[in-house]
């Protein structure tokens, strides 16, 4: 499977963003599929994991209630929807795909590139 993410860019505090992860592959559908997130000088963060077939969702404290991951099987693409932005949320964004649904990222054996996000004050 390989991921290729897209969408970041640069938005006020208070703004929004959605991301994008088109995947490759006719297995998208059986993966669990998540965002992670790392800032300059920072470890890599969880932000969102959704399974399959989208009936588990879990998020941290840090972005619960602001992000929204989605998933179109028929598309091979899955969304991170960013509402509220904080200066703190500015990061490179990844996408990754695993067999077993988790937070942490050594549960993911495919990665995308990144995108970056950069939220002013």
């Known amino acids: 499977v390989q991921l290729q993410a897209s969408g970041g860019g640069l938005v006020q505090a208070g703004g929004s963003l959605r991301l994008s992860c088109a995947a490759s592959?006719?297995?998208?559908?059986?993966?669990?599929m998540g965002w992670f997130r790392q800032a300059p000088g920072k470890e890599r963060e969880f932000v969102a994991a959704?399974?399959?077939?989208?009936?588990?969702?879990s998020y941290p404290d840090s972005v619960k209630g602001r992000f929204t991951i989605s998933r179109d099987n028929a598309k091979n693409t899955v969304y991170l929807q960013m509402q509220r932005l904080k200066p703190e949320d500015t990061a490179v964004y990844c996408c990754?795909?695993?067999?077993?649904?988790?937070?942490?990222?050594?549960?993911?054996?495919?990665w995308g590139q990144g995108t970056l996000v950069t939220v002013s004050s």
């Open positions: 592959g006719r297995t998208f559908s059986s993966y669990v």
């Open positions: 959704i399974s399959w077939n989208g009936g588990t969702i």
């Open positions: 990754a795909g695993g067999r077993v649904f988790g937070t942490e990222s050594g549960r993911y054996d495919y």
